[in-house]
């Protein structure tokens, strides 16, 4: 794991990291983690904002932790890279939503779709092929580990195990037994499978389950670790 493809560390955009200073002790835990690159996943979608504003709002929160970083001498090689991108809120026809395709991991044609935290109702499976197929991107399904509680395991089949959409596991599933199994599964089911911390706070790192995860894949066989990171590479468009 090389890549954290779901973070909330940019300051004061979202209930993520609130100053720049815990935004960077958050980068400085990844990348002594053996994090590379992060991608800045704040959310979307919670009020009905237009897309313009929320990118406004997140170049915004670039420049402010930039400046911190400058203004402060901070190594930028004490931190890993940083590709944009946004957690965006499933709801009934997104797909509709105007520059929804700009909310893609930047330079990708991927978009990390999170499904509201409730019973299934089916109209979300829908929803997401809707965005896949008009938008011509490919969902990454957010933290699929949290939606074990909520669907029955034909509905949790129907919408994760379908091969279409790329699978991201919090690294969080590693610090519990089922979180494990579920993390194994899916690396033995052939998915494309992609992790995050989703992590919101410097003061949450113990509880993240990065090291747990790196464990996990690290006793993967060599040719699993590379076709991970080539998994990595290409959701990121590179
Ligand atoms: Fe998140």
Redesign the pocket.
Known sequence: MKVDF?S?FLPGIDDGASTPAQSVAILKYMKGNGIERVCA?S?FAKHGEHVASFLERRSRAVRVLNDYIDSNGIDRQTLPAITLGA?VHLYRNLSEREGLRELCYEGSDHILL?LPFRKFEGWELEEVYNIMYQLKVTPVM??INRYTQYYSKSEYADMFYNGDFVLQINCESANAFSGSSLIKKVLNSGYDVVFGC?IHSPDKTSESGLEKTAKILSKQSKDKQLELESIERSVLGR
């Open positions: 779901h909330h996943t959310h957690e999170e957010a933290h989703d």
